[in-house]
Nanobody
Framework: QVKLVESGGDSVQIGGSLTLSCAAS????????MGWFRQAAGKEREGVAT???????SSADSVKGRFTILRDNAKRTLYLQMNSLKPGDTAIYYC??????????????????WGQGTQVTVSS
């Protein structure tokens, strides 16, 4: 069982930056994929970025070049560095984990551990 707790959500202006954090209750370094997902009002949950146990990363086209996913295994913490934020990035951001040995799945349906979510609002 892995408990995940996100923090760092806030309201920022267009073009601003924000870093989200996700603290894990257990060691997820060895065999867990970790990911960030988001859900805007009235829309389905979508993948933002994932990172596997070898620190191989994948991200959605909509955030490439702007968002970076990082994991600090010693601190059991996952991060999402977000730059050049746009109104379309407004959503609740969720941290998730799943035990996978291969490439991390992109679909949120493959992840079985979730945090409570943190709100990110981007406006002018």
């Amino acid at each position: 069982q892995v408990k995940l707790v996100e923090s760092g959500g806030d309201s920022v202006q267009i073009g601003g930056s924000l870093t989200l954090s996700c603290a894990a209750s257990a060691n997820t370094a060895d065999n867990y994929c970790m990911g960030w997902f988001r859900q805007a009002a009235g829309k389905e949950r979508e993948g933002v970025a994932t990172i596997d146990r070898f620190a191989r990363r994948s991200s959605a086209d909509s955030v490439k070049g702007r968002f970076t996913i990082l994991r600090d295994n010693a601190k059991r913490t996952l991060y999402l560095q977000m730059n050049s934020l746009k109104p379309g990035d407004t959503a609740i951001y969720y941290c998730a984990a799943a035990a996978f040995w291969g490439n991390c799945p992109a679909s949120h349906r493959e992840y079985n551990y979730w945090g409570q979510g943190t709100q990110v609002t981007v406006s002018s």
